[in-house]
């Protein structure tokens, strides 16, 4: 029997060293040298300080920015969820009635067809992506916050565009975070840069 719990006992210890340090430096190690960025989180950085990931959604409001997909955690990375509300539900419905409202009024009464993630909110919470059509929609807002040409931010739009990979997963998307901070770099409003000090109104209405 002591023979046998010694033989247990060793490989344990074998198979946690491979699995439990080794494996792990490996693969860590890979991550760093080949995707550094990804294996940080893909942080952005602007003005000299981190303002987000480029994969997780941020809440800006103010109208010289372009808006982000809802988000049922309130755009927090510690409480992603979807609503888990179904297609036959009354309360998504309302808050669906109410997200088409909201979104026309912000954008100047438009009374064209809404793209789904405008008012629909992903399963994480935390989409940094919105359509190419969402944010076209929304250029006017923008442009004219800025007072700036439409032309010129929806230039800007086309160019921040992302295709589907290899032109045949996903669909197009433009990254929120990554087209506001263009537009201050491009177009800046006359507010405060990336790496200013807080928004002007409130906390989360600007890089984090």
């Known amino acids: 029997m002591w023979r046998e719990l010694s033989r247990a006992a060793r490989l344990a210890a074998v198979f946690t060293v491979l699995t439990g340090l080794l494996y792990p430096a490996a693969v860590t190690g890979i991550a760093e040298a080949l995707f550094p960025v990804q294996a940080h989180g893909s942080?952005?950085?602007?003005?000299?300080?981190?303002?987000?990931?480029?994969?997780?959604?941020?809440?800006f409001t103010r109208p010289e920015y372009f808006h982000p997909r809802p988000s049922a955690a309130g755009y927090d990375a510690t409480a992603s969820s979807g609503s888990n509300l179904g297609p036959t539900s009354r309360e998504l419905a309302e808050r669906v009635r109410q997200a088409i409202a909201r979104y026309r009024r912000e954008n100047g009464g438009y009374a064209g067809p809404i793209p789904a993630d405008a008012v629909t909110e992903s399963a994480s919470g935390l989409d940094p992506d919105i359509s190419p059509a969402n944010a076209r929609i929304q250029a006017p807002r923008v442009a004219a916050a800025r007072g700036v040409p439409v032309a010129e931010v929806l230039a800007l739009v086309a160019r921040r565009t992302e295709r589907p990979w290899l032109d045949l997963f996903g669909d197009p998307r433009v990254n929120v975070l990554q087209l506001n901070l263009a537009l201050d770099r491009r177009l800046p409003a006359g507010g405060p840069a990336p790496g200013a000090p807080e928004p002007r109104t409130m906390p989360h209405d600007g890089y984090r």
């Open 43 to 59: 942080l952005v950085r602007a003005g000299g300080r981190t303002v987000g990931s480029a994969l997780i959604g941020q809440a």
